[in-house]
């Protein structure tokens, strides 16, 4: 099993542009996420899902969209490039989102908006 | 206030010292509780659950304090390779939703030297 992959693993952008982040897992995973990691700040939840054609809000879904056709793929679409959106892009699945369930993280993407 | 606190260190700790992190959470509601490795430049990986009663995993001591709500690591003779970033992880329902989610600190940082 490849497990989470994430592509691209770095990415830079100019304000404004719009790109979208990939995300995959062949483990018949449930529950995707997309989560950004910032210094000082621990990880925030941006978007979730769980299941194909479920989507809902994390902790700061602004300036983002998902969508979940397939259970396998989570794409992380950024509407407008804004520099606040300079970040680490970390997306994770797990079986499902019940308490003992272990979330397995994708390498991240190192994003940088100028 | 953050929901999930860490002492972001570094702890600078020699070969084969005993360290202890703690990590204190505000939402009474909170389920489940984790311990989550991040070496740097990588993603997060499960170091281990946290239960009520404590659990130990080799040199890693996980102990949950409800009334107190906070959640400690101890990590026995310590090793070289254990070198990187704790995150305490705290997995709460979300509203009325059903639905769950993991609040991550910030991470503290441990340094072992020769």
């Known amino acids: 099993n490849a497990g989470v992959t994430q592509t691209p693993k770095f990415q830079v952008l100019k304000t404004g542009q719009s790109m979208t982040l990939q995300c995959a897992q062949d483990?018949?995973?449930?529950?995707m996420s997309w989560y950004r990691q910032d210094p000082g700040m621990g990880l925030r939840l941006i978007h979730y899902?769980?299941?194909?054609?479920?989507?809902d809000q994390g902790e700061v879904p602004n300036g983002y969209n998902v969508s979940r056709s397939t259970t396998e793929d989570f794409p992380l679409r950024l509407l407008s490039a804004a520099p606040s959106q300079t970040s680490v892009y970390f997306c994770?699945?797990?079986?499902?989102?019940?308490?003992?369930?272990?979330?397995?993280f994708g390498p991240g993407t190192r994003l940088t908006v100028t | 206030r953050k929901e999930v606190e860490q002492d972001p260190g570094p702890f600078n700790v020699p070969e084969g010292a005993t360290v202890a992190f703690n990590c204190t959470y505000s939402?009474?509601?909170?389920?489940?509780f984790f311990w989550y490795r991040q070496d740097c430049r990588k993603e997060p990986k499960l170091l281990m659950s946290?239960?009520?009663s404590g659990n130990e995993d080799g040199r890693f001591t996980a102990q949950l304090n409800r009334a107190s709500q906070y959640i400690s690591l101890l990590i026995r003779d310590s090793k070289l390779s254990d070198s990187a970033t704790y995150l305490c992880?705290?997995?709460?329902?979300?509203?009325?939703?059903?639905?769950?989610?993991?609040?991550f600190g910030s991470g503290t940082r441990l340094q072992v030297q020769p």
């Open positions: 994770a699945s797990s079986y499902s989102s019940g308490a003992a369930y272990e979330q397995y």
């Open positions: 483990m018949n995973h449930e529950y």
């Open positions: 899902s769980v299941g194909a054609g479920i989507t």
């Open positions: 939402n009474s509601a909170s389920q489940s």
């Open positions: 946290v239960y009520s």
């Open positions: 992880v705290v997995r709460y329902l979300m509203g009325d939703t059903g639905r769950r989610a993991l609040t």
